[in-house]
Structures are given as structure tokens and as C-alpha cells.
Nanobody, 121 residues
Framework: QVQLVESGGGLVQAGGSLRLSCTDS????????MGWFRQAPGKEREFVAG????????KYVDSVKGRFTISRDNVKNTVYLQMSRLEPEDTARYYC??????????????WGPGTQVTVSS
């Protein structure tokens, strides 16, 4: 059972930073690869970052490489997305999701309700 809830979104000026958190209230968090996705109005939901169960393998969409860092704490059942040098183009609702592995990160089995990130110019 995976029950995900995101937090940490908000309004920030361009160039600023935010750290998103996603906590699993279930009991099988460490069994899953985790990913962050985002969706802006008028756009499809897109993959942002993923991390395997151990936390030693990560992947990012090109547009956030060097700016965003995904990490996880399996003791706290939490995955993080540290976002720096935010740009207005990063404005979106951010969702975390669980997958069976990094190989199937695009085949999510559970989603959180999302948290809004708005970046002003």
C-alpha cells in the first residue's frame, strides 16, 4: 500500500529555491522507485526526476538538470525534490509517484494529490 502526499510548494521569485517533499503513509515505501512529475495548464504531465529504491540511481529531464536534485530517505518514507534557480517555466503542479523500478518509472502505480509551484518573473 502506497499513500503519497506532497508538500512544500508555493510562490517564489525566479532564481529562488524550494524543496518539495512527498511522504508515504504506507509501509512499503522502500520497495518502490519514486518520481516527480509536473503539469502546467494546457500542457501534458511530464516527468521531472526519478530515483531508485536505494537512492543510488537518479534521472532528470534535461530542462532541470543542474538545478533540481531528487533524493529520498527511506527511514522517513520521504522523497524530496530540491529545486534551485527556479524559472517561470517551472510553474506547474508537482506530483510524486511510485513505480516498481526505475526501468518502469513511466508506469506509475500510485500518485499523490500534488502541490503547486508558481515562479514569478
Amino acid at each position: 500500500q502506497v499513500q503519497l502526499v506532497e508538500s512544500g510548494g508555493g510562490l517564489v521569485q525566479a532564481g529562488g529555491s524550494l524543496r518539495l517533499s512527498c511522504t508515504d503513509s504506507g509501509r512499503t515505501f522502500s520497495d518502490y522507485a519514486m518520481g516527480w512529475f509536473r503539469q502546467a495548464p494546457g500542457k501534458e504531465r511530464e516527468f521531472v526526476a526519478g530515483i531508485n529504491w536505494r537512492g543510488d540511481s537518479k534521472k532528470y529531464v534535461d530542462s532541470v538538470k543542474g538545478r533540481f536534485t531528487i533524493s529520498r530517505d527511506n527511514v522517513k518514507n520521504t522523497v524530496y525534490l530540491q529545486m534551485s534557480r527556479l524559472e517561470p517555466e517551472d510553474t506547474a503542479r508537482y506530483y510524486c509517484a511510485a513505480a516498481l523500478s526505475m526501468s518502469t518509472i513511466m508506469q506509475q502505480i500510485s500518485w499523490g494529490p500534488g502541490t503547486q509551484v508558481t515562479v514569478s518573473s
